[in-house]
């Protein structure tokens, strides 16, 4: 078969059939490992901006079925399928079925530019930059997946890459000593405070600032993440009192519509970096923290920003604008390593630290196919798509009551 009937035949069978918001019951992880301790996630107070309802020295995780996992299952008319993940539950999983679904299904499952637009104008009415961009993501990641394995290629080759030997992780977990007993060089811890708790909130914030650059060495890249928790004069406030201890970036510390906020405190803390971008979806937000030069580091993630397509479009501005992208949580996918793997000027990668203490990252990991870190750096998968090793057989129509798992914070 010559070139172009193989190009023609590929295209003919790359026809959408079926866009579906699905679980995946994957089998129960077998831990053979003693537990030492509970994982952070299970005791750490966490600041967040419901905390003026619900009390920060509790862990707050999404109430109810809201954080569960969304798998989106895209299918051609010649039988291969892609599979992508997004979040947030039921809201998310009928706007793949109900609203996106019939928009795409008989389009060619490789015209991925199209596609996105085609997603992205339709929102509109209704709004692009909520749970629309999370299940845009979803299926934009499918794509992908798909097209890898029509192609026979991993995805980081499709976009472009490698661009390195290894991705180098930093790790995200207030169990410092477990970090570095698994060999990570690069740390940021969780914030505890609400910024209506005050010159209090600022005490603890620098008690626990203090002591993880104590445990973490003088020249360890050290991060903070307040989520969202802080206001601006607290937030420079906080830059006042961490800046002893180097911190690399302060992360998320305002609300993603807080365009002039940002401004100002990126003014007002020329000493401290300043990055965000996973509550921010699609483009046109990125668009704006980066032409006014905002922050120095860009967080899109790609399971809520849009998908991978809207993150490249991301990545393009920053890169020209000399800003870093970073993807939130992007170590913890398939979809955020290969993104992290292809693009030269994406230099780090975060790693979300949820396995109980003693529990090796390979053991814990429940995607099979996905690479884990190694000493703080991984390879992604080179297998076609984002390498998953997901059979057809686990996966099952979308119901709330699946074992989806959580971890929106």
Request: hydrophobic share 40%; with cysteine; aromatic share 10%.
């Amino acid at each position: 078969m010559s070139a172009e009937e193989t190009s023609t035949e590929r295209s003919r069978s790359a026809r959408i059939a079926a866009i579906r918001a699905v679980n995946v019951r994957f089998p129960e992880r077998k831990i053979v490992s003693e537990v030492r301790r509970a994982n952070w996630n299970d005791y750490a107070p966490r600041g967040l901006p419901m905390n003026r309802y619900f009390p920060p020295d509790l862990p707050a995780k999404t109430p109810g079925i809201a954080g569960s996992a969304v798998w989106v299952q895209v299918v051609t008319e010649g039988g291969e399928w892609g599979l992508g993940r997004c979040s947030f539950g039921e809201p998310v999983a009928a706007l793949v079925n109900q609203h996106f679904a019939p928009l795409l299904i008989g389009r060619d499952a490789l015209a991925t530019e199209m596609l996105n637009d085609i997603m992205w104008r339709s929102t509109k009415r209704h709004g692009s930059v909520g749970l629309s961009a999370i299940a845009q993501s979803g299926i934009d990641l499918a794509l992908w997946d798909l097209k890898g394995k029509l192609f026979g290629e991993p995805v980081y080759r499709l976009i472009g890459g490698p661009s390195r030997e290894s991705v180098r992780c930093y790790c995200t977990s207030d169990d410092l000593d477990w970090s570095l007993e698994l060999g990570f060089d690069a740390f940021k811890l969780s914030n505890p405070v609400f910024y209506e708790q005050g010159n209090r909130g600022l005490d603890l914030i620098e008690e626990k600032i203090a002591a993880g650059r104590a445990t973490v060495g003088a020249s360890a890249e050290l991060m903070f993440n307040p989520v969202m928790a802080f206001n601006v004069r607290f937030a420079i406030e906080v830059c006042e009192r961490v800046r002893p201890y180097r911190l690399s970036w302060l992360e998320e510390p305002l609300i993603p519509e807080d365009l002039e906020g940002h401004l100002q405190l990126r003014s007002a803390v020329p000493w401290m970096g300043i990055a965000t971008g996973e509550d921010h979806h699609t483009r046109i937000p990125f668009r704006q923290l980066i032409e006014r030069r905002a922050v120095d580091v860009v967080q899109p993630d790609l399971q809520w920003c849009g998908g991978l397509t809207e993150a490249l479009k991301i990545y393009a501005m920053a890169e020209a604008a000399g800003i870093r992208t970073i993807p939130h949580a992007g170590c913890n996918s398939p979809f955020g390593q290969h993104f992290a793997f292809a693009m030269p000027d994406c230099d780090l990668g975060e790693f979300h630290l949820s396995s109980p203490i003693g529990v090796p990252l390979a053991e814990w990991n429940s995607i099979p196919g996905m690479a884990v870190p190694e000493k703080g750096r991984l390879v992604p998968s080179d297998a076609p798509g984002f390498g998953m090793d997901i059979p057809q057989d686990w996966l099952e129509p979308w119901t709330t009551d699946a074992a989806n798992g959580v971890g929106v914070w």
